[in-house]
């Protein structure tokens, strides 16, 4: 593979070290930029749905970005890839804080649609370069790859989780444009740093030349990439307008709301970290860690199942029970997540590992895209109990769909893409 060779064990383990701090650097202000908007816009008094179609673009966008941002990985280097995600997002900030409060509202939710496409596919983007550079990084030693993946995404949303606090912290501070102008030249000096310490054509290899090549082939992903859909359709359902918008009509404040949010994800994150030691591990990769996905993906659809109950009982101070609830749907969630970013490094081909990571990751996009949507429509229909039941009924197909993942690799189809 031209430009993925390492040259040494500490060449890999450098390289993944700057990919991982880069890519904490970006969703640091990915997260701040949903508060940001959230906050900003619903102290507009913009209503649930609005809120929700403000974010449905940026789902949308990461649906093709990460399709195409897999084959440009393949096709021009990983760490090309990852500049133009950096460089993207820059792009989105500064089209966000051009906009006037002397717009009217239909433009002002037009101009701010069209900068969080710009801002999803910049995530997304960047996200694939990322998760491949993993594939290249980890090498064959035994056990390596679960564990960096793990780190990985854990580390990344627990960032993701502080940036929910610095988004409400900035926007108190400096204000909703100065926040912005501020995340941009951070997002700057990222950029420099990954231009300046990562080989350009890392990852680099013979792109797929026809859409046939492109879409996996490989069983396995096929059907991570459908479970993908359904988790995480089933955490945004009630996660981007249901929640905040719930808690703050039990009376907290923006403060506690946007720290719940933030709390939530953190500890999302640190779970995530250490599920290599929650999991059950095998010598070939897949044979315990399969059964383990299918075991707790039917662990975390009884668990919507039991919130839904809790709110149409209408105990007292629900906001407490549904927040204890949720932070038990988090752990559940978070393992069920890392569990998937796993296997699917573990089913993907080497030669086009980010073509297959960018396979997987748009159904994750198409996921989060059906669950925003479902968000503001539920909430609006029957309040927190219709996204809770939502999302017991999109874990429930994410369970069904685990159960054909295949447990070795020849069954999967790995290596046989084009």
């Known amino acids: 593979m031209s430009g993925s060779a390492l040259a040494s064990p500490g060449s890999g383990t450098r390289n993944y070290a700057i990919v991982t701090a880069a890519y904490w650097g970006f969703t640091l202000t990915d997260g701040a930029l949903r508060m940001l908007v959230l906050l900003h816009f619903f ?4 209503s649930p749905f609005t809120l929700a179609f403000l974010f449905l673009l940026y789902e949308a966008a990461g649906i093709g970005a990460n399709l195409v941002g897999g084959w440009l990985a393949v096709r021009f280097g990983i760490a090309r890839m990852l500049a133009v995600g950096l460089a993207t997002q820059i792009l989105g900030f500064l089209m966000l804080s051009a906009m006037s409060p002397g717009w009217t509202a ?5 101009w701010v649609v069209a900068a969080q496409g710009v801002c999803g596919v910049a995530k997304d983007l960047t ?7 993993i594939k290249l990084t980890a090498g064959e030693a035994s056990g390596r790859l679960f564990r960096w993946v793990a780190f990985f995404t854990g580390s990344k949303n627990a960032m993701k989780g502080l940036g929910f606090f610095l988004g409400g912290l900035l926007l108190e501070v400096l204000g909703f444009r100065g926040a912005l102008w501020a995340m941009a030249a951070g997002l700057a000096l990222i950029l420099a740093g990954v231009v300046l310490a990562l080989p350009p054509l890392m990852g680099r290899a013979k ?18 990439a459908a479970a993908r859909v359904f988790l995480f359709g089933a955490r945004d359902v009630w996660f981007v307008v249901g929640l905040p918008v719930f808690l703050y009509a039990a009376g907290w404040s923006f403060t506690m709301v946007g720290g719940f949010l933030a709390l939530w994800t953190i500890g999302y994150g640190v779970v995530q970290a250490a599920a290599p030691g929650l999991v059950g591990r095998s010598a070939d990769g897949l044979s315990a860690e399969v059964p383990a996905a299918r075991l707790w993906s039917l662990a975390l659809a009884l668990v919507p199942v039991a919130l839904t109950g809790v709110v149409l009982a209408e105990v007292p101070r629900p906001d407490l029970v549904v927040a ?6 988090g752990f559940v969630f978070a393992v069920n997540s890392s569990v998937h970013s796993y296997l699917v490094l573990a089913y993907a081909g080497s030669e086009k590992a980010a073509e ?9 996009a198409a996921g989060r895209f059906g669950g925003t949507l479902l968000s503001g429509l539920l909430y609006g229909w029957g309040g927190l109990a219709a996204c809770l ?3 017991a009924i999109m874990l429930a197909a994410c369970w069904a769909v685990t159960l054909g993942l295949p447990l070795n690799r020849a069954a999967s189809g790995a290596g046989r893409r084009g």
């Not at 239909?106 to 037009?110: G, L, P, Q």
């Not at 996200?127 to 550079?133: D, E, G, I, L």
């Open 324 to 329: 204890a609830g949720l932070a038990v749907f």
């Open 356 to 364: 297959d990571v960018g396979f997987y990751y748009a159904a994750n």
């Open 106 to 110: 239909a433009a002002s939710v037009a």
């Open 127 to 133: 996200k694939t370069a990322s998760k491949s550079a």
């Open 207 to 224: 792109a797929s030349e026809t859409t046939r090549e492109l879409f996996a082939r490989n069983r396995g992903v096929n059907l991570l």
């Open 389 to 391: 039941a939502g999302s």
């Open 43 to 46: 102290r507009l008094g913009y």
